[in-house]
């Protein structure tokens, strides 16, 4: 009789629900051997679903590749929201038809795989463009056109440049074919690489302005208005990264 070890480790290497084997095993009555076919059961099936995930998010993808245009850039920002810091974007231009497991709206993936993620973009993609706009420059233009900014810097840095554009819900002053899609880094996986690739890389960059600024909590709230950095602009008043257009730090400037 076979041990529970070497049958699961044959489990491993099915990936079909429809394999006999599983039928085979199933005849063996030991709780472990039980367990261990429910567990790679639903672990094929976890991964049939990512699979159709992933296939659904590269529809737009599709309908631009039926067109001739391989060369799709995914553009998204992260950071309009908060009161310090910059508003960064990000432009990546993934493989025909490639799919990342676990590639997601930023929001939609645990932070503690933020990194893994980002590194296999980085890692894939033909292409990656970053582009930054700090305080000074969305309090003199106003935080929508400073996105808009900090997209075209990210664009102009792909080599080999793009085909066509997906943005995430904004439309760019720019020759090129694109489409503007609402909630975009759901909804494509190419936006959704941009979207981890910004997250990442402000997220980093508020890291280091923690330590410039302690005091903020500026690592954990990347900027935003949470209850420790509203204590700090309290007690602490207003560093050089907040952006005196935003409230609450636009009244402080005026008190």
């Given at each position: ?241 907040h952006r005196k257009t935003f409230e609450p730090v636009k009244s402080m400037i005026k008190d």
């Open positions: 009789m076979q041990t529970i070890k070497g049958i699961s480790a044959i489990l491993a290497e099915i990936t079909d629900l429809n394999d006999n084997r599983f039928d085979v095993f199933s005849e063996d009555s030991r709780a472990g051997v039980q367990k261990a076919i429910a567990k790679r059961k639903k672990e094929i099936q976890a991964d049939l679903d990512e699979e159709d995930r992933l296939e659904e998010m590269l529809r737009y993808e599709k309908e631009l590749y039926k067109q001739g245009l391989d060369l799709i850039a995914g553009i998204d920002e992260v950071g309009r929201g908060p009161l310090a810091g910059p508003v960064v974007a990000a432009a990546v231009i993934l493989p025909k038809n490639c799919k990342i497991k676990g590639l997601n709206d930023s929001k939609k993936i645990p932070k503690k795989k933020h990194i893994e993620i980002y590194e296999q973009v980085l890692e894939q993609a033909v292409a990656v463009g970053i582009g930054i706009r700090d305080q000074d420059v969305i309090d003199q233009v106003n935080i929508y056109e400073a996105t808009k900014l900090a997209m075209l810097e990210a664009l102009s840095q792909l080599n080999p440049q793009p085909q066509a554009l997906l943005i995430d819900a904004m439309k760019l002053d720019i020759n090129l074919p694109q489409q503007s899609i609402i909630k975009g880094d759901a909804n494509s996986l190419s936006i959704a690489a941009a979207s981890i690739v910004a997250k990442v890389t402000r997220d980093q960059m508020m890291t280091e302005f923690d330590n410039q600024f302690p005091g903020y909590d500026f690592a954990q709230n990347a900027g935003y208005g949470t209850k420790k950095h509203l204590a700090g602009l309290e007690t602490l008043g207003i560093t050089p990264i």
